[in-house]
């Protein structure tokens, strides 16, 4: 399996799909791993050189303990990158994969050639994400599990589809609380609200209409005022766009980038 070495973790990353189109990276949402995508891939692998990357904290990258940045999160994605040979590509993220995106785009933007924000947001309320990291730390990812699949998914997904949500609230709950809590306290810090306009690659903001996590007003809409000439498109899904609306998500992307 392709790790690699940043800022002290190892990293685990994958490359699929048409390795002569153009790359497209791929991040995942908190309390998730690359497997997020896995429904979206069949109609984006023929289209795009997909990089995936286990965000740090999650999957099968390491999970040290301690906060984490959204600027070592950016580092990591751009040292990935660099072992799979790939100066710059379409960054797509999934909330925080999003923020990671975004912080990508404003540290090295000479690797981000255009963004696709999904269920995202450049301004998460700081005392709910306080919150929840102290409560990981004392009480393990058990102690958010029922918030967190609250925000992830909608009733009306997890009632059409219970074995995927079972999936995500397993998968949630193997995770080792110091990677979660690293990275919500990545959440809890970040600061990029002020650098939105500083974005200068074609941008496409994807949200949901039924995400109660990061919903369009106060987010999407916060985002596409902010980055010049962002496109918008509202999916009829919650939070984990890529479970709900794979297809309709793919397809997004492909009319906006390809
Ligand atoms: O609120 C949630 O738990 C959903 C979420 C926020 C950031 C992220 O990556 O997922």
Not at 192 to 207: E, G, K, Y
Not at 250 to 257: N, P, Q, Y
Request: aromatic share 4%.
């Amino acid at each position: 399996m392709p790790f690699i070495r940043s800022q002290g973790a190892d990293i685990y990353w994958k490359v699929e799909g048409d390795t002569a189109a153009p790359s497209l990276v791929l991040l995942n949402s908190i309390g998730t791993d690359m497997d997020l995508w896995d429904a979206a891939i069949p109609a984006l692998r023929h289209r795009f050189s997909l990089l995936r990357i286990d965000t740090r904290g999650h999957g099968a990258s390491d999970a040290p303990a301690g906060d984490y940045e959204l600027s070592m999160l950016a580092g990591d994605v751009a040292a990935a990158m660099d072992a799979a040979d790939v100066e710059a590509a379409l960054v797509a993220g999934v909330s925080l994969g999003g923020m990671i995106a975004m912080q990508l785009a404003m540290d090295a933007p000479e690797r981000v050639t255009g963004l696709a924000l999904i269920c995202t947001s450049a301004t998460m309320d700081r005392s709910a994400w306080t919150a929840r990291v102290e409560k990981v730390r004392e009480e393990g990812v058990a102690g958010i599990a029922d918030l967190a699949m609250s925000r992830f998914l909608s009733p009306s997904f997890v009632q059409a589809r219970p074995e995927i949500a079972a999936s995500v609230r397993r998968g949630l709950l193997c995770m080792e609380p110091a990677g979660y809590a690293g990275c919500a306290a990545a959440i809890r810090d970040m600061d990029i609200a002020d650098r939105l306009q500083t974005i200068s690659v074609p941008t496409l903001v994807v949200s949901g209409d039924r995400d109660t996590s990061t919903p369009f007003v106060g987010h999407g809409e916060h985002l596409i005022e902010r980055i010049s000439g962002a496109q918008h498109v509202m999916l009829d899904a919650a939070h984990l766009a890529p479970l709900d609306a794979p297809n309709a998500l793919a397809d997004a992307i492909i009319d906006a980038f390809v």
